[in-house]
């Protein structure tokens, strides 16, 4: 079977290493990919949002699957566009059409959806430049902290929470004005919620689903969860928090009224669903639905899945997925991202990167990287995922940071606090 994978990220690499373990993978294409997706499959240099280049690499390489990795060609509509070519027809797409990939493209239509279908979450309203007055009379009466949510997409960066009445006005006026583009044309005002984080990964096939191993991410760039967002500086799984018991409140109370009501919307969502949830006093609250899997937590659930990835990919595509078993590793998997000097904000790329030989027991996921030269070298704000499995938590931690710091390059940085709340949660 030809698989193609659309992506360069971490997340990519991930499907990358994962599908080239079966035998059902005859040949693996990544597009655009980067340098370590190079060492595994066949990079193709075509954007994810080129959707005429993708359709012809998909003629031109037979391919029979297609697995799409991020949010934005899913929002814009590649599987819609690929769906009305007619010598396609048979090809497994792994990824919802653009009104599923709503659930993340619109946190209006998220927020819509759950209320519609009754799943829990933050209490919230939208407003639009045309509304601004209310808007700014209604944070006068929010309780505080509040959090505010550009509508669109805004590469993970378009939350804020603000602490006063007028650091929340004067959000809410920055966003309206321009300051996501397209993605901030209507503010999400939302309920802050106070409790702890983690994602719950759903793989649907339109009618069966399977839940996949939980993550924990940390997202701020500094130690402590201090600073601006980022796209992730490390994730965990399993989350030590989410026992059994709020397992089955989550698929109970949240897995199951999200895949009937995709389905009373006539939806038929074929794909991953990354459900972020708020843990408030053992009680689940959806923060926000991606159409995608996270990047980077998938470093540390495919890790843990000893299931065939491209039968499980098959059977979505093929509505077939109560016919596999899922079987999981009972290990934990720890992911520490190493990413560019001065990231999230401006950041130099093309840096070498030295000593990935060195790494031992250790899975490095590259993210920004590509070749120059026969070179390793940086090409992103995240670098690298580097993704340990040990007995415990803390095994998982101490081998993942040695990795991190074996590692080097001009500029480079981590947390050095990736999953020490979780061993400090334990005791």
């Known amino acids: ?60 390489h037979q391919i029979d699957l297609l697995l799409i990795g991020p949010e934005e060609p899913l929002v814009k509509g590649v599987v819609d566009y690929l769906r009305q070519q007619p010598d396609l027809t048979t090809l497994r797409i792994v990824g919802p059409d653009a009104l599923g990939a709503q659930l993340e493209g619109s946190k209006d239509f998220s927020k819509t959806f759950m209320a519609k279908h009754g799943i829990p979450t933050a209490s919230s309203r939208t407003f639009t430049d045309e509304t601004l007055a209310e808007g700014l009379a209604y944070l006068e009466t929010h309780t505080l902290p509040v959090v505010l949510k550009a509508d669109g997409l805004a590469a993970g960066k378009g939350v804020i929470i603000a602490d006063t009445v007028v650091q929340a006005q004067d959000t ?67 989350v030590v928090f989410a026992n059994d018991t709020f397992l089955r409140k989550v698929e109970e109370r949240v897995v199951k009224p999200t895949m009937a009501g995709l389905q009373q919307e006539g939806i038929v969502y074929k794909g991953f669903i990354f459900i972020g949830l708020m843990n408030v006093k053992s009680e689940p609250y959806v923060i926000e639905y991606n159409a995608r899997m996270g990047d980077p937590e998938t470093e540390v659930v495919l890790p843990r899945i000893q299931t065939d990835l491209v039968e499980l990919l098959v059977a979505t595509a093929d509505g077939e997925l109560d016919k596999v078993t899922m079987q999981v590793l009972p290990q934990t998997a720890v992911t520490t991202v190493l990413v560019a000097g001065g990231y999230p904000d401006a950041y130099e790329k093309g840096k070498a990167i030295a000593d990935l030989d060195r790494l031992d027991d250790v899975t490095a996921f590259h993210a920004g990287t590509t070749n120059l030269d026969g070179q390793v070298v940086t090409n992103g704000g995240r670098v690298l995922a580097i993704t340990a499995i040990a007995n415990s938590l803390e095994n998982a931690v101490r081998k993942s940071q040695e990795a991190a710091r074996t590692v080097t390059y001009d500029g480079k940085y981590f947390r050095k606090d990736i999953g020490l709340d979780l061993i400090r949660y334990q005791d």
Request: aromatic share 8%; glycine share 14%; with cysteine.
């Open 1 to 60: 079977m030809n698989i193609l994978i659309l992506g360069s990220g971490g997340r990519e690499h991930a499907f990358a290493w994962k599908l080239t373990q079966s035998p059902l993978c005859d040949h693996l294409f990544v597009a655009p990919g980067n340098a370590g997706t190079a060492q595994m499959a066949t990079n193709l240099p075509i954007a994810v949002t080129d959707f005429a280049a993708i359709a012809k690499a998909i003629r031109t």
């Open 172 to 238: 809410l006026r920055e966003m309206l004005g321009g300051r996501f583009g397209e993605a901030g044309h209507r503010v999400v005002i939302e309920q802050f919620l106070r409790g702890i984080e983690l994602s719950v990964f759903v793989l649907s096939d339109g009618t069966n689903y399977k839940i996949l191993p939980e993550a924990k991410d940390y997202k701020r760039i500094g130690e402590g969860d201090t600073g601006p967002n980022t796209g992730g500086m490390g994730a965990v799984s399993p």
